[in-house]
Structure formats: structure tokens, C-alpha cells
């Protein structure tokens, strides 16, 4: 179950309203016994008898008893009536919030988009090949998709692909399940399959089954596919054997096939990406849910936090919570030697210089603050329990106050259709944060990735990306005042808030990552 912060209580004054003409009568009452009482003094005995004489003493005490018995029994709420119906679960601090944003800080700027916007335009000749793949019947794909969520997404991408360079049709791909997580979900039961059948009809024929003709053939099934290999090698490997035998299984596709693919290619990875892979009705429609209420009092910024236990041990990283927490990821990365998938001849120190491990909560607060992010703003926070669980979050808790999750935000049951099945949680994740005004992730990963070029692919939303192997070592210096350290880091990120950037800058950037040029074009630069 995941972390949530426990609610505060707040004090409420509550009024009851009270008819004019009895506070008339009672001030009117006081002001003549103030007024007309003889100037000589009376006896206690003789006021007390004026006093039950007046017929308005009893209309005064009913009044109080009466307004006594109702304060003792009206059993007050601390949610406002109009939300305690909808939901009296979510934390005081996100519904009875009177911390306001402020809507002109510039953390809540989005960077310059210059005029970049999806353009997938294929070429003539990509044009005319689709009208032959998608009429063939002869050739079927099909494909065992592996790991999380958005690996399998990623996957599910390069299938789409690789069916298209061999002309063959895809039968939906099959999500192997996860040992991790026993999560059992299928295909349907996580993206439209109807929506992501449509979208590529033009591009790949994508099928539910093989057909009757070739249920009973034997697939040819290949598990030893390279890294990296560029189309040719797919057709020179696959080919032949796909044309005798009919069908072809392939198994554990992440980053089989290259990053640098003709331009055609990369519009299709762009168009399954952002277009086709549509998560299931049900998951859009609760995830869209739940971002209207972070934004329903302003903006919101999203953060997914890589601070599990697993993520600690596979990178080679110490959480930095407490020695013992440190020891057991030590001792567990003793037991378990294979789970580093880090430099092994590193050390924690290095590694941490180096940009290779996930922000704690604490170097998050501090980015957020030098960035100008301001006390009151929501944020919603994506990801797995965290080591240390609570204890973990504290910094960000009791520096942003209004922190949330799915959890603290789903009202009773929303969440039971979803709760185990982590494809699903996930993708509820990756929603909300998709969707946020702001976006950073504390470390790299599928996810992180794959949002990133969503937002970019969406009109350049802002994401900022942690330039952790610069910035890492102003937050070890403690010499620096902080003025100085915010405008180091200001500086540091004024070109890592989700700015325009071409992927053809750098050797093997992914195109779902940065989708410029062949996937977005504006007046100056068109895709070819």
C-alpha cells in the first residue's frame, strides 16, 4: 500500500443564525435594567426577585440552554458540506486549503515551444508499401513483451515497428507476466485495443489471433536478438524464415532495435507512442479524474520518486536516510550481486558525482526551492512505497505541505478495481503526471522518459531534468549561502525545463524522448 500523509485537524468556528427581534428584546433588556434601576443600592434578594419576574429573563435562558444542547449535539464536520458528501477521506489540507498559489510565480512558467507541433507526414512511398502489408495474410508477428508498465510499452512500440519493416501483421502482443508484482493484466486490460487497432490500420494490420490458417503452425521463435539492430539486419535475419514458416515469436525486445531509424520509422514509433497506445477507458477516465481534483485549486506539479527499496540496490546507491537503512542495502547488495545493474567498480561516492543515483527527498526539496517553486504549491507524487516509507518523504511533507497521491486522492472504492494490478497503478501514474503543469522525475527510467517526450510531443510542457552531475556538488558544499545556491542552480537548469531540443543532437537519442525533428515541425524546420 502506499505512503499517505495523515490528515491535520484544523479549528472550525461554527454561527448559528439568531432572529433580530429576540437580540432586540435582550439588548433592549440590558440597556433598561442599565438605564431605569433606582441609583440606591437594592438587596441581592430583591434583584433576584425582579429578576424571575421578567418575562424576558425566561425567553433569555430557554435561548442559552436551548443553544447550549445544540453545540453539544450537532456533530460539526471538518469538511465543508458540499465536499464531506464527496469525500471525507482526502487529507484536510487538500480540500479546506486556504494557502492560495500564486499564479504569477514564475515557477509555474512554461518554457517556449517555438512553434513546434506533432507532424507526421509519411513519405509518398511509405504511402504506397502500406497499401500491400496491410493486405497480406500470410505473415503474422508475435511478440512477448516483458517488465513493467512502460517497458512493456516501450516494447510494444518497437513491435509495431519491427512488423512494419517485415510487412507482416502483428497479432496483439502478449504481456508476460511479472514475477515481481504478479500482475496478470493483458493487453485489453490496460490500453484501447480497439483505438490502437484503428490509429494503425493504415500503417500495420494488427490482429486478436492468428488465423485458423496458421493457429496450428509452430512458430519460429528467436530469444538471441542483438542490441540496437538496424532494419536491415532484421530483414536479412527474419525474412526468409517468416515467408516459409508464416509465423515469427520474438521474445525480450527492449532496445532490440535501434534508436537511429529511417524517418518513416520514426513517425511510426512516434504515432504508437503518443497516438495508438491509449490506456483502456476505464484507467483514462479515473486517471483524467483524479488530475481535475490536484487542479482544481490551481496548477499542480508532479514528481515521480525512484526511492524503493529495489531501486537502491540496483544502482549501487545509499537512500542516505540512517545507517541502518544504508546497512540493509548494503547487506542486500551483498546477498544479491546481480541485482546492480550500475558500474560494479564504482563507489557509492563516485556514482553519486557521477549522476547515477535517485534524488532523496531531501536534494528534491532543495532543487524544488532553488527553482522557486513556492511553499503552497500541490504536488502529486508518483511511484513505489518508498524506503523508510513516511520517514522517506518527511523533507518534502513538511516543506509542501499540500502532497498527495492516488491514494489520498481516490474517494472510498475508486481504487479496488486497480489496486493489484500494478500495470494499472501505473498507469493511473503516469496520467496525473502527464497531465501536470509540472514534471520532474528524481531519477531516469521508462517512465521519466516516456512522459518526457509525451509532454514534449504535447506542445512542450515543462519538465525539469535534474542536471544532478553538476548540481550534486554545490549540494554537498555547505559554505554557500543559499541566495548563491539557488542562482547556481537557476542557472544550471536554464536549459532543462523542457525546452525544444533536436534529437539528432546527440548519437542513439530515443525519437519517443525527444520527438524533434522527424516527429514535430514549425514554420521554419518540416519534417522529411
Not at 509518398?124 to 510499452?153: A, F
Amino acid at each position: 500500500m502506499a505512503v499517505s500523509k495523515s490528515n491535520k485537524k484544523k479549528n472550525h468556528q461554527s454561527y448559528i443564525s439568531v432572529q433580530s427581534q429576540i437580540i432586540n428584546s435582550i439588548s433592549q433588556s440590558s440597556l433598561e435594567s442599565l438605564l431605569l434601576s433606582p441609583k440606591k443600592n437594592q438587596p441581592p434578594s430583591s434583584k433576584l426577585r425582579l429578576l424571575l419576574k421578567n418575562p424576558r429573563f425566561f425567553i433569555f435562558l430557554i435561548f442559552t440552554l436551548c443553544f447550549i444542547c445544540m453545540l453539544k449535539m450537532i456533530p460539526f464536520s471538518q469538511y465543508p458540506c458540499s465536499i464531506s458528501q464527496e469525500k471525507a477521506k482526502i487529507s484536510t489540507g487538500f480540500l479546506n486549503s486556504e494557502l492560495k498559489y500564486d499564479e504569477r510565480s514564475e515557477f509555474w512558467k512554461q518554457p517556449d515551444g517555438l512553434g513546434y507541433r506533432p507532424c507526421l507526414d509519411f513519405s509518398e512511398r511509405y504511402r504506397k508499401e502500406s497499401v500491400q502489408i496491410v493486405k497480406d495474410r500470410t505473415k503474422y508477428l508475435m511478440v512477448v513483451v516483458s517488465g513493467g508498465m512502460n517497458q512493456q510499452r516501450n516494447q510494444i512500440v518497437d513491435a509495431v515497428v519491427i512488423a512494419r519493416i517485415l510487412g507482416a501483421a502483428l497479432v496483439v502482443p502478449i504481456l508476460q507476466v511479472n514475477v515481481i508484482w504478479g500482475d496478470e493484466s493483458e493487453f485489453s486490460d490496460i490500453f484501447d485495443l480497439e483505438h490502437f487497432k484503428n490509429v494503425l490500420a493504415n500503417d500495420v494490420r494488427i490482429v486478436s489471433t492468428l488465423p485458423s490458417t496458421h493457429v496450428m503452425t509452430r512458430p519460429v521463435e528467436e530469444k538471441s536478438t542483438p542490441l540496437h539492430v538496424s532494419p536491415e539486419w532484421i530483414r536479412s535475419r527474419y525474412s526468409r524464415r517468416l515467408r516459409r514458416d508464416g509465423v515469427l515469436l520474438l521474445r525480450g525486445l527492449d532496445s532490440r532495435l535501434s534508436k537511429d531509424l529511417p524517418s518513416d520509422l520514426q513517425k511510426l514509433r512516434c504515432k504508437v507512442a503518443f497516438n495508438a497506445l491509449r490506456f483502456s477507458p476505464h484507467i483514462s477516465e479515473f486517471g483524467n479524474k483524479l488530475s481535475q481534483r490536484m487542479r482544481s485549486k490551481g496548477p499542480y506539479l508532479a514528481l515521480h520518486l525512484r526511492m524503493e527499496k529495489d531501486v537502491w540496490v540496483r544502482t549501487g546507491c545509499l537512500p542516505g536516510l540512517s545507517p541502518n537503512y544504508d546497512e540493509i542495502i548494503n547487506n542486500e547488495r551483498k546477498t544479491h550481486p546481480k541485482l546492480l545493474t550500475s558500474r560494479s567498480n564504482m563507489t557509492y561516492h563516485d556514482r553519486k558525482l557521477a549522476g547515477l543515483c535517485p534524488l532523496n527527498a531531501l536534494e528534491v526539496v532543495r532543487l524544488l526551492k532553488a527553482l522557486g517553486a513556492p511553499k503552497s504549491t500541490r504536488i502529486y507524487w508518483a511511484g513505489g512505497i518508498p524506503l523508510g516509507e513516511n520517514e522517506a518523504l518527511l523533507p518534502l511533507m513538511r516543506e509542501f505541505p499540500h502532497f498527495y497521491n492516488k491514494e489520498d486522492l481516490a474517494l472510498p472504492g475508486e481504487l479496488d478495481p486497480f489496486v493489484k494490478k500494478a500495470s494499472l497503478m501505473a498507469a493511473i501514474d503516469y496520467i496525473v503526471s502527464e497531465r501536470s503543469d509540472v514534471f520532474m522525475a528524481s531519477h531516469g527510467g521508462n517512465m521519466g522518459h516516456a512522459i518526457q517526450g509525451h509532454r514534449a510531443y504535447a506542445g512542450h510542457k515543462k519538465t525539469i531534468i535534474p542536471n544532478k552531475r553538476q548540481m550534486l556538488p554545490y549540494f554537498m558544499d555547505s559554505s554557500l549561502q543559499e541566495s548563491e545556491f539557488n542562482k547556481i542552480i537557476i542557472d544550471l537548469h536554464q536549459d532543462s525545463l523542457g525546452q525544444p531540443e533536436l534529437r539528432t543532437s546527440k548519437v542513439g537519442r530515443d525519437v519517443t524522448k525527444y520527438p524533434i525533428p522527424e516527429c514535430m515541425c514549425n514554420n521554419t524546420i518540416t519534417s522529411s
